[in-house]
């Protein structure tokens, strides 16, 4: 890894776990880290519940629209973490991968989402932990 390690969130829609996830990775490392996140068919809008329970922590991701997984962003990020995209998510030799389990909040209200949202968070602290032992 370099000296500014990339993580890549990767889920099917980009549009909720991966915003959410990237959203509390630029929060924590700042700019440490270089923030990415895709989606294997990616959503038009940012569900809004997980932009409402972002907002609740003072995180804003209104800023962010879903974006197409792609092969290069893919194989230039340093880690990837996957978030149930399946077989859509390509693997490269020599990568760090993370498969998430997490429940997708579509369709869900901001009540059932915030479960999800303190989920990632503790996820992205430990991952962030990770990263700052390697560099």
């Not at 990767?10 to 924590?28: E, I, K, T």
């Not at 693997?91 to 997708?104: A, M, Q, S």
Request: net charge negative; with cysteine.
């Amino acid at each position: 890894m370099s000296d500014k390690p990339s993580v890549l969130f990767v889920c099917v829609h980009n549009a909720g776990r991966s915003q959410m996830a990237a959203g509390w990775l630029r929060h924590l490392a700042g700019d440490t880290v270089e923030v990415r996140s895709a989606g294997s068919a990616p959503a038009e809008t940012i569900n809004p519940a997980a932009v409402e329970a972002m907002r609740e922590v003072g995180i804003d991701i209104t800023d962010q629209t879903p974006e197409l997984l792609t092969y290069a962003t893919a194989e230039s990020s340093d880690v990837i973490v996957t978030m149930g995209c399946g077989d859509a998510c390509p693997v490269f030799p020599g990568k760090r991968y993370e498969d998430w389990k997490l429940d997708d909040p579509a369709g869900k209200d901001v009540e059932a989402v915030r479960g999800i949202r303190d989920d990632i968070r503790t996820r992205v602290e430990q991952l962030l932990a990770g990263l700052a032992a390697r560099v």
